[in-house]
């Protein structure tokens, strides 16, 4: 059965830095690990990705601000986030690309409020 787990979310004030957690079970054969975020009223959008050769892929408004890493040992991806701004209030939610199953796979999402 497949599993992620999201944890590191939470209330934050502008220029402060959070670190997201996702740790994948149940999932063999993964390709690709990243996360996603939607506010409130706008479309799902792609934050970062990265792949089984550990290539990355970030929204441009986050490049250099947001880093993303996996432990693939553990199945585990992260999203170090710093200068954050009110802005990157959203749910964010882990998205993993495997062939077993031979789907994407999403989190539950967990909020991240920045906000003074």
């Known amino acids: 059965q497949v599993h992620l787990v999201e944890s590191g979310g939470g209330l934050v004030r502008p220029g402060g830095s959070l670190r997201l957690s996702c740790a994948a079970s149940?999932?063999?054969?993964?390709?690709?690990m990243g996360w996603y975020r939607q506010a409130p009223g706008k479309q799902r959008e792609l934050v970062a990705t990265?792949?089984?050769?550990?290539?990355?892929n970030y929204l441009d408004s986050v490049k250099g601000r947001f880093t993303i890493s996996r432990d693939s040992a553990k199945n585990t991806v992260y999203l170090q986030m710093n200068s954050l701004k009110p802005e990157d209030t959203a749910v964010y939610l882990c998205?993993?690309?495997?062939?077993?199953?031979?789907?994407?796979?999403w989190g539950q999402g967990t909020q991240v409020t920045v906000s003074s």
């Open positions: 998205n993993v690309g495997s062939l077993t199953p031979p789907y994407d796979s």
């Open positions: 149940g999932i063999f054969n993964i390709y690709r």
């Open positions: 990265i792949g089984s050769g550990a290539s990355t």
